[in-house]
């Protein structure tokens, strides 16, 4: 069986499940707190499986595998049931441009790690820290809410789930988590309201976890 190191609250590990639940994979989630004992993921015995000390980390059979943009090519690869790559080439290329543009210009740098380093090394208030993430938050959104106004249909790139949707919506929660204003944005928040009326992006939420507190 699947196994996934996760933890309820992290977005990367957020994507992982809500590919899983789509694919209709089995799989057993393996918790590690971020933020417990000054966050388990730093402990000698997890450092060993994520040498970054960050989750997710996904092991199928004697396959390990960390970083949750290579994680959702592996299942689509592995698992191609229910894919998540669209089939025609331009479509397939949007679905990782937005992906990476959430993955690689959005989430690194509103990472916990990130906003921990800014309150504790930097000495930032807690203002500043919603500050900062705040701009760069809205910096991705406003780019991601413009492609999006190419397409039609009920999801990101037109009436079937694609990778672009496993990654927007954790992204969305992220926001909502800090409280980020989404008046600027109704196409992704349109698109979120109807991932989420799915069964498989229920499954995945946060507050469905095991390991939710």
């Known amino acids: 069986m699947i196994s996934l190191y996760s933890y309820w609250r992290s977005t990367a590990a957020y994507r992982v499940r809500i590919a899983l639940a789509y694919k209709q994979l089995e799989y057993k989630t393996l ?77 690194p740098l509103d990472n916990l790690r990130v906003l921990q380093y800014l309150k504790r090394e930097m000495n930032q208030s807690q203002d500043e820290v919603n500050a900062w993430y705040h701009h760069w938050i809205h910096l991705g959104f406003q780019a991601i809410e413009n492609m999006l106004l190419n397409f039609q249909g009920e999801y990101c790139l037109g009436n079937e789930i694609t990778m672009a949707d ?40 946060p507050e469905n976890q095991p390991d939710a507190n």
């Open 31 to 107: 918790p590690v707190h971020l933020v417990n004992e000054g966050g388990e993921q730093h402990q000698p015995s997890y450092q060993q499986v994520n040498p970054l000390q960050l989750v997710p980390t996904l092991v199928d059979a004697d396959i390990s595998i960390t970083e949750s943009m290579a994680i959702l090519e592996y299942l689509d690869e592995k698992y191609p049931q229910n894919p998540l790559l669209p089939k025609e080439q331009q479509q397939r290329n949007k679905a990782r441009e937005i992906s990476q543009m959430i993955a690689c210009d959005i989430h």
């Open 166 to 205: 496993v990654f927007l919506v954790p992204q969305v929660y992220n926001a909502s988590r800090f409280k980020l204003d989404m008046g600027a944005y109704p196409r992704i928040s349109k698109i979120n309201a109807n991932c989420l009326a799915l069964n498989q992006f229920q499954e995945a939420k």
